[in-house]
Nanobody, 130 residues
Framework: QVQLVESGGGLVQAGGSLRLSCAAS?????????MAWFRQAPGKEREFVAA????????YYGDSVKGRFTISRDNAKNTVDLQIRSLKPEDTAVYYC??????????????????????WGQGTQVIVSS
C-alpha cells in the first residue's frame, strides 16, 4: 500500500524558513524512480515545486522556487525533504508529496505535472504572513 505522509508545515513570517518532510513506505521509497513536491494555492492548479530521482543525483525545480527551495532524500529514513528559505506570501499553499510515475518521462524532462504521478500524500499547509 502506497503511503506518503507530509509534515513540517505551519505559519511563518515572510523571509523565514521551513523544512517539509515526506515519509514514504519502504516500498514506495525504493521503487519510485522520481519523487516530487507540488503545491496548490486556493483557486489555483497544482504547481510543480521540485523533484528528485531515486539515485539522488538529479534534482529539478519549478521556476518560481529556484534558488530558494532545496529537495533532498534520506535513504536511511525513507524521507524526501523540502528546505524552503526566504519565504514569500505567494508561497502560501498546501504542499503535497508525490510518487509513482504513471508513465515514461524523457531524459531531458526537467519539469513535471501532477498527472505524471499516481500516488499522493494528504498535504501540509504552509501559510506565509507578510
Amino acid at each position: 500500500q502506497v503511503q506518503l505522509v507530509e509534515s513540517g508545515g505551519g505559519l511563518v513570517q515572510a523571509g523565514g524558513s521551513l523544512r517539509l518532510s515526506c515519509a514514504a513506505s519502504e516500498r514506495t521509497f525504493s521503487s519510485s524512480y522520481l519523487m516530487a513536491w507540488f503545491r496548490q494555492a486556493p483557486g489555483k492548479e497544482r504547481e510543480f515545486v521540485a523533484a528528485i530521482k531515486r539515485s539522488g543525483d538529479n534534482t529539478y525545480y519549478g521556476d518560481s522556487v529556484k534558488g530558494r527551495f532545496t529537495i533532498s532524500r534520506d535513504n536511511a529514513k525513507n524521507t524526501v525533504d523540502l528546505q524552503i528559505r526566504s519565504l514569500k506570501p505567494e508561497d502560501t499553499a498546501v504542499y503535497y508529496c508525490a510518487a509513482d510515475l504513471v508513465g515514461p518521462i524523457t531524459t531531458a524532462q526537467k519539469t513535471f505535472s501532477a498527472s505524471d504521478f499516481g500516488s499522493w500524500g494528504q498535504g501540509t499547509q504552509v501559510i506565509v504572513s507578510s
